[in-house]
Nanobody, 133 residues
Framework: DVQLVESGGGSVQAGGSLRLSCAAS????????MGWLRQAPGKGREVVAAICTRGSRTYYDDSVKGRFTISRDNAKNTVYLQMNELKPEDTAMYYC???????????????????????????WGQGTQVTVS
């Protein structure tokens, strides 16, 4: 059974901080890359950050570089997203994502950096709402 369970969302004033957590089932955790997606009202789902075990590499969308930090705790099968200096435009539903879990499906969301695919997400959780006012 593949599961990704997010927590830590909420409402915060601009300039504030939140920390999102995602507990993953074993199969999802076996992914090379884990990450966070977000979807604002009326917009498509986008990759916010990714963290990959091969090469210990990370990826951040330009809009969050320097403000968000992704990390993972392999002992707890948990990935985190520390969000600082939050802005109203960060308001969105945030989804934890894994490369494994939805390989047979049609929907994939990729993190691409300078034309290179950094992560290829096939599965995501139910999401947690982040509202910045």
């Amino acid at each position: 059974d593949v599961q990704l369970v997010e927590s830590g969302g909420g409402s915060v004033q601009a300039g504030g901080s939140l920390r999102l957590s995602c507990a993953a089932s074993a199969y999802a955790w076996s992914s090379d890359c884990m990450g966070w997606l977000r979807q604002a009202p009326g917009k498509g789902r986008e990759v916010v950050a990714a963290i990959c075990t091969r090469g210990s590499r990370t990826y951040y969308d330009d809009s969050v570089k320097g403000r968000f930090t992704i990390s993972r705790d392999n002992a707890k099968n948990t990935v985190y997203l520390q969000m600082n200096e939050l802005k109203p435009e960060d308001t969105a539903m945030y989804y934890c994502a894994a490369e494994r879990g939805g390989e047979g499906g049609r929907t994939r969301i990729q993190a691409v950096d300078h034309g290179n695919v950094i992560a290829d997400f096939t599965y995501w959780g139910q999401g947690t709402q982040v509202t910045v006012s």
